[in-house]
């Protein structure tokens, strides 16, 4: 028989994804890896899957039945074009070709241009979950024709996570909807773990408390609304124990956090489309302020408070804590879904964003109870302008509040860095503002550019003549 799906790249993704696929039932998979080792390696180690391998691409065609159907998992840029191509060699009109790596959106939707003009399909899917995801059950956002997803919606289906009996992958949008959905869930990641490493600085620093008992806290929050798989992979970490030192592991790590790039590219975009993802932008910063070492040992001895603070009520500043990070997160998702309705208007993608909060239910790093109520919140109101106006956001926003306010504030006056707690709150605050200082800025463009300014009470666009007798003249709108 042929194969009714292959996978190129037979890397720990692919190997991992191409396991998934044989085990699942109907599926028969054809294997291909630019280095035959690896597809030897994973023929030897797993000869229950009954894979069909391919030594070239001319032998990968002709192993699959058609229309065929092949999963690219390279290392993206430019391997993923160098193997687009072999495949555009081999393949014919109405094959469908899968990039399921970490792809820039834009670089999607060059690859969907130029392979739709051959008559094959492109599809770029995100795929989230990591090495254990791709093993037993991804959240998996793909782009593409609808033509395509015929074909590829059931063996998806049958290979993604499963999140309250529904699978967790839906057709995203047309060419790069699902790598940019799949990047704005790693920058909300990015966010999420940011806010819950500072919950847990403020926590240590406040309460004198070890990682271990900090531990406990997070595995108690995991029962409650926080409950979420960065949550309780915090508790773990927190947990262990350095076995060369006896120290807890977190003290021996190098407070050096790396970065793959997709964080970045989701500030990015935001700065390009004009949205305020302030959260997962102070995160990314977070880790690039901490991966300055010679900057970092200059300011050592700059003035400040040393961190340390006085609580005189331990258990209350923990759930104080609590609340913040819970509201801090709601702010970073829901700019986090203001940068997927802002791209959606931009590339004219139809994306349903109740559909993408629950197929991030299971599978992805950001899995989470949480996503139900978004959900149920672009459910009960599809033109939602801002995620934390809705019912239930705002309820959380208001009964958390106080408690967000005195720990922002206990973490300045201690000289305990916040920002992702601390720009949440400003972002809050600036949104529900009656008035925003932004009318001065307006000003002042005026003043040194003669930018213009419109005015609260008459219609027009207006000017005034700062280096002559400073009246007003009306003006041309030049912005
Ligand atoms: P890598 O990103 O390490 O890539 C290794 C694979 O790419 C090997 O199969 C290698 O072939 C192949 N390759 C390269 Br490199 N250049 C090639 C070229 N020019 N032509 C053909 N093949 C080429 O693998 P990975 O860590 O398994 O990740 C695969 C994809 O999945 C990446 O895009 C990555 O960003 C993404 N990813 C996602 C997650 C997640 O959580 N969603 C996690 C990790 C990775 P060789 O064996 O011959 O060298």
Redesign the pocket.
Known sequence: GKANIGV???????SNLARNLASREGNTVAIL???Y??TQKLLDEHPEAGFLPARDYEEFAATLAKPRTAII????G???D??IDELVRVFEPGDIIVD????LFTDTIRREKAVRETGINFVGAG?????E??LNG?SIMPGGSAEAWQTLGPILRSIAAVAEGEPCVTHVGTDGAGHFVKMIHNGIEYADMQLIAEAYDLIRRGTGKSPAEIADIFAEWNRGELESYLIEITAEVLRQTDPATGEPLVDVILDQAGA?GTGAWTVQTALDLGVPVSGIAEAVFARSLSSKPAQRAAAAELPGPDGTFDIHDADAFVEDVRQALYASKIIAYSQGFDAIVAGAEQYGWDIKKGDIAAIWRGGC?IRAQFLNRITEAYAADPGLVALVTAPYFADAVTRTQQAWRRVVVAAAEAGIPSPAFSSSLAYYDGLRADRLPAALVQGQRDFFGAHTYKRIDREGTFHTLWSGDRSEVSAVDTH
Request: charged share 20%; proline share 3%.
């Open positions: 190129v790249g037979l890397a720990v993704m692919g890896n630019r280095s080792e690896k998992m390279v290392k993206a430019r391997g993923t160098a193997v399921g790596g970490n792809a795929i989230s979950g990591g090495e995801g791709a991804p793959k790093i």
